[in-house]
């Protein structure tokens, strides 16, 4: 019943509805105003579902707390909604020193972003008409899909790998299966590929062989490959898994296109939010260093992602110290090894099926489902436990990304997030197993 003096009818548009209904379905903020400490706040939750590194706060703010001296140009727009120059240079630099671009990456190569999803969402923008189609590999990072597709309008067709290793070269087949039934099925068009390599949740970088595959196909379709990087310092050594063989972090700004994919299609994102634990500084960035009408069309929608001044400062200041910035990648590198191996063997302890192989970002995607199934042998094994055990999860006080959210060929799977101090982890792993035990 609608209130005195309402309508009954929404007032807002069919579009916000549509977000309004997305966005019920993600606890993640009502978490985060309510996180766990033992000794403030120990009714709240343990999260662990939120890519969030913590793991070098201390270091980092030892850092930028010496540095705070800010110049009245950040009270002004600054050099306006495209990024700074000081940024571009900074960002440019950092990228030519650890990417290794075939071809130097220069200033204006770059759109500097509030965010990395800023800069997915401009993308989709510039690169589709509504309803077209960007492809997208199961599982996913959850975002992707609002990102691409909330106020773009595009449509993400999600590409199944089925029992396909979704870095192998078989894998290339499975993206050109989902293409050619989309545009059969809807009569649409289908303009981009999006990566999130190394892979958010499964940890794994794409070998070179398969970028390469996947720039052909894009090649062959006219369609846009765009390569999120968000993760590409986060790369440490895997002391755990035997198997699959890690596979070392390539660019795609470090292949040589020459007869392989128009460079026009080509556009790396990257941010600072991963790999230096700083999500709160909204800063990424744009790489298209062949596409400058992709560049000049968001110049003019810039100032819907334009950055803080004070961040851009900020990170300007920690990408220019090549000192500091070298030793927070080793010992974050170091860090996220010891810290991946710490959960992986309680989640072996525990019986707890996980997709080994990881080496990079901070996740490990793990099978709960089918450890609650060894717990309650009267489920039916054709049965998906996922929402069951995500009510268990949440009632026992434990947040997790639930691989519904993610895409997930399979129910049961969850992403558990590793780059909290180990405290924190043993207690998330021990209400993990309350919960599925209840």
Partial sequence: MSRPGTTSHSTISQRAQSALAAGSKNLMWDVMNDLWCKTTNPDGYVNVGVA???LMHDHLLSFLNRQLDLPSKLLTYNDGPTGSGRAKH??????????????????????ITNGVSSAIEHMSWAIT???????????YYGTFIPDISLRPGATVIPVNFDDCDPFSLEAVQKYEQALLSFQETTGRKVKGLALCHPHNPLGRCY???V?????????KYQMHFISDEIYAMSVWKNTVDESPKPVEFESALSLDLTGIIDPQLVHILW??????????????????QANCDILAALRNVGLYSYVSGVSEHLVSLLLEDVDFTDEYIRLNREKLSENYAFVAKQLKSNGIEYSTGANAAFFIWMNLGKKYRELHPDVKDDEDVSERVMDLLLQKKVFLASGALFGSEHGGWYRIVF??????LSEAVQRIMAALAA
Avoid: T, W
């Fill in 271 to 288: 941010g600072v939010s991963k790999d230096f634990g700083a999500n709160g500084l909204r800063l990424g960035v744009i790489i298209s």
């Fill in 52 to 54: 969030e590194n913590v």
């Fill in 129 to 139: 008409e509504p309803g077209e189609g960007i492809l997208l590999g199961r599982p």
């Fill in 211 to 219: 970028l390469v595959k996947l720039m052909e196909l894009c090649q």
């Fill in 90 to 111: 900074a960002v440019s630099a950092f990228i030519n020193r650890h990417f290794r671009p075939l071809h130097a990456v220069e200033p204006s190569h770059l759109f």
């Fill in 207 to 209: 070998p070179k062989p």
């Fill in 419 to 424: 780059s909290q101090p180990q405290e924190y």
